[in-house]
């Protein structure tokens, strides 16, 4: 059965530090692995969604970079702000039915 | 304006009832979700449906019921044989269920009992 792992479960940075989210799977064969943000009592925003074929996507200020065989997905975030604290969730794609298994979030805060 | 919206925002139970949470999508998708996430925990798949009139278990059904009538609406009731169900709920839909879809999540139910 798929797990899912994030490590630190929670991150305190001063403003404009580059930082690094991990995300760990247990079993390679997923289809894609996506990152989404949750502010407090919200839902998910999508940030990334790496295809399986892929190694790495990019958006803005945000990288992430998928390495099936080892089985680790990062979530680089380049000079972070203030705005950027959330909690950051990734989610692995297992199933021809596009199923989602989520890793329990790392709590971002970034401090000004 | 296209997305997903959830009703009510709050919503309180006595034990022993049934309570419904409503999900309605205007972006056309043909694949809607139901996941429920506890404190400090990933989401947990509910159940999920890819075509109207049509739906599958997730990890964690038990206790649970959906209904997919119509492709915009995919309602959740939470019966009473559901031990535990304080927790926010969050309805998802993508384009098709498929394995290159986004997930786009809707604003959330939290559900206390009382």
């Known amino acids: 059965k798929q797990e899912v792992t994030q490590i630190p479960a929670a991150l305190s940075v001063p403003e404009g530090e580059n930082l690094v989210l991990n995300c760990s799977f247990t079993d390679s064969a997923i289809y894609n692995l996506q990152w989404f943000r949750q502010d407090p009592g919200k839902g998910l925003t999508s940030l990334l969604l790496?295809?399986?074929?892929?190694r790495e996507q990019t958006s803005g200020r945000l990288n992430a970079s998928l390495d099936k065989s080892s089985g680790r997905s990062t979530l680089y975030i380049a000079a972070s702000q203030p705005g950027d604290s959330a909690t950051y969730l990734c989610a692995a794609t297992q199933g021809s039915q596009g199923n989602l298994i989520f890793g329990k979030g790392t709590k971002l805060s970034v401090k000004p | 304006d296209g997305g997903i919206t959830q009703s009510p925002k709050y919503l309180f139970r006595k034990e022993g009832q049934n309570v419904t949470l409503s999900c309605e999508q205007n972006l056309n998708h043909d694949a809607m979700y139901w996941y429920r996430q506890d404190p400090g925990q990933g989401l947990r798949l509910i159940y999920y449906s890819q075509i109207v009139n049509d739906f599958q278990k997730g990890d964690i059904a038990e206790g649970y019921s959906v209904s997919r009538e119509k492709k915009e609406s995919f309602p959740l009731t939470v019966t009473s044989a559901q031990k535990n169900p304080t927790a926010f709920y969050l309805c998802?839909?993508?384009?098709?269920?498929?394995?290159?879809?986004?997930?786009?999540f809707g604003p959330g139910t939290r559900l206390t009992v009382l």
């Open positions: 790496i295809q399986s074929s892929q």
């Open positions: 998802a839909s993508s384009i098709s269920g498929g394995t290159v879809d986004t997930q786009y």
